[in-house]
T-cell receptor
Framework: GQNIDQPTEMTATEGAIVQINCTYQ??????LFWYQQHAGEAPTFLSY????GLEEKGRFSSFLSRSKGYSYLLLKELQMKDSASYLC???????????FGKGTKLSVIP | ETGVTQTPRHLVMGMTNKKSLKCEQH?????MYWYKQSAKKPLELMFV???????ENNSVPSRFSPECPNSSHLFLHLHTLQPEDSALYLC????????????FGAGTRLSVL
């Protein structure tokens, strides 16, 4: 079964903050990734967390807790162009393969 | 522009046709990947090539046949597909297969009639 989980859809208002959660279960862990995918376009790399804590990159931040198998992506000052799917993925220890969640479709409304 | 280019962007084929998908990366990477993305399903890894050698085949049916002539090019040859193979096929590349940040192409939207 699916061992990585994220909400299917979220809606947020322009200018607001939204947090997209991701939980995972794996026996070994080598990193947690977030990608953004606009409809009909390539997934684009947003962030990579390998240690616990918060990584900030402009309006986007990503948090990881390895002990809890938990990550979130935080988007601040939302813009209409942030409407997209956000994909969470992990790589297991000793493996280069990425295991992806189903993605969270974020809709930003005026 | 991600540095990974896929052609064609859209493809419609019958179940008896043979077609090929092409991927080219301009990033100097050594590992390349094929993924399948179906509606409401997570990205599924199909094949991995590292330095032109296939290192992973995730139980993909033989009607999908990959080819990697060099580190910059990757093909997916298709023959006698089924309607359930209709999906978005994504190519990705990374520095090597143990450098996990993968960069994706825009995909080929495949419809099998």
């Amino acid at each position: 079964g699916q061992n990585i989980d994220q909400p299917t859809e979220m809606t947020a208002t322009e200018g607001a903050i939204v947090q997209i959660n991701c939980t995972y279960q794996t026996s070994g862990f080598n990193g947690l990734f977030w990608y953004q995918q606009h409809a009909g376009e390539a997934p684009t790399f947003l962030s990579y967390n390998v240690l616990d804590g918060l990584e900030e990159k402009g309006r986007f931040s990503s948090f990881l807790s390895r002990s809890k198998g938990y990550s979130y992506l935080l988007l601040k000052e939302l813009q209409m162009k942030d409407s997209a799917s956000y994909l969470c993925a992990y790589s297991g220890a000793g493996s280069y393969q990425l295991t992806f969640g189903k993605g969270t479709k974020l809709s930003v409304i005026p | 522009e991600t540095g990974v280019t896929q052609t064609p962007r859209h493809l419609v084929m019958g179940m008896t046709n043979k077609k090929s998908l092409k991927c080219e990366q301009h990033l100097g990477h050594n590992a390349m990947y094929w993924y399948k993305q179906s509606a409401k399903k997570p990205l599924e890894l199909m094949f991995v090539y590292n330095f032109k050698e296939q290192t992973e085949n995730n139980s993909v049916p033989s009607r999908f046949s990959p080819e990697c002539p060099n580190s910059s090019h990757l093909f997916l040859h298709l023959h006698t597909l089924q309607p359930e193979d209709s999906a978005l096929y994504l190519c990705a590349s990374s520095q090597s297969s143990d450098q996990n940040i993968q960069y994706f192409g825009a995909g080929t939207r495949l419809s099998v009639l």
